[in-house]
């Protein structure tokens, strides 16, 4: 079962995440989300247990207590929608347009709206 791990503190390592779960069973991998360009931590983690149950476990145990000087968000994680990012705001997205962006469709405000996604982000 795989676990999302929120409000990771960028000094925690994976050994130490590692550690926090593997007193509820078996670890199968620990991955901290990084920035691909600065290489730091995103405050976010992925921890895959072996045994459903026992990540349900730790899931109830660890989520709400302190690592380092965080307190940790856990719960199963989702995954991936189809289609990519779709359109939030400030994105390029597609469906109905997202705020301040250019998504396609029926256009958002702020955006230039319709006819497609595209364009550059703007930054303010």
């Known amino acids: 079962m795989n676990i999302y791990v929120g409000n990771v503190s960028r000094e925690t390592t994976e050994d ?24 730091e931590s995103r405050g976010f983690a992925f ?3 072996a ?7 730790a899931i109830n145990e660890v989520n709400g207590k302190q ?19 779709g359109g939030g705001s400030y994105g390029r997205g597609g469906g109905v347009g997202g705020a301040y962006g250019r998504g396609g469709g029926m256009g958002g405000s ?3 709206g319709g006819g497609g996604g595209g364009g550059k982000r703007r930054r303010y």
Do not use: C, H
């Open 51 to 57: 045994v459903k149950s026992e990540a349900q476990t």
């Open 47 to 49: 921890v895959e247990m």
């Open 16 to 39: 130490e995440l590692r550690q926090a779960f593997e007193a509820f069973g078996q670890v199968t991998s620990v991955n901290i989300i990084k920035d691909r360009y600065s290489g």
């Open 110 to 112: 702020y955006g230039r």
């Open 67 to 85: 690592l380092g000087e965080r307190t940790l968000s856990v719960n199963e994680a989702r995954p991936r929608t189809e289609g990519g990012r």
